[in-house]
């Protein structure tokens, strides 16, 4: 696990650095880029250009520990026209039937998009943090530790400044055996300028 996890952080981080080589000048927009509105200004390369961003996620996982629905806010900050950095954190209800908890956890991320279609482009990347649990049921479970979460996913213009995004990410808990798994994520992007 170990050895999966350090290969997929070295992954990560080496296309960051390859892809931000020869972009300490400024970007100069492309037809990709470039939008007009209908009085023909120029008005969209700026949501693609050293920009920030904050957005509401929800989450929806199965991990072993049951059912869990998350909610939380992130915030990132482009440092090319591509890569960004930020932070994330969410808290919510794991759990099903006869078990019930609580789970909140957050962390620093890094990510990468590219467009691919006119208005739509892929976004992935990973989050390291932390985070705690404790479940109620036929016994008490007090759990947490360190996180990774690898995500990838598809963002969609739906305003001037507006993204929807949905992906899906993975929880690797190295030191719990409740919480690791596969989650479906929704979120609204908005830019700050």
Known sequence: ??????????????????????????????DQTAKTNLAGEYIYAD?????????????????????????????VVYNTEKFFVGGQGYTGQLGGPTDVGTYTYGGMLAGYDF??????????GLQAGGGGAKMSGSQTIS???????????????????????YSFS???TPNDLYLPGLNF???VDFIID
């Open 115 to 124: 467009t691919i279609f006119d208005d739509i482009y892929v976004e992935w």
């Open 143 to 165: 759990t947490g530790g360190v996180i990774l979460e690898p995500w990838f996913g598809f963002n969609s213009k739906i305003g001037e400044n507006t993204d929807f995004n």
């Open 47 to 75: 949501s693609y250009f050293k920009k920030s961003k904050t957005g509401v996620t929800v989450k929806y996982g199965m991990p072993a520990a049951g059912t869990t629905i998350f909610y939380g806010w992130r915030f």
């Open 170 to 172: 993975y929880f690797l």
């Open 1 to 30: 696990m170990k050895n999966i996890l350090f290969f997929i952080i070295s992954i990560f981080f080496s296309v960051q650095v390859l892809a931000q080589t020869g972009d300490s000048q400024e970007v100069v927009p492309t």
């Open 185 to 187: 994520n929704l979120r």
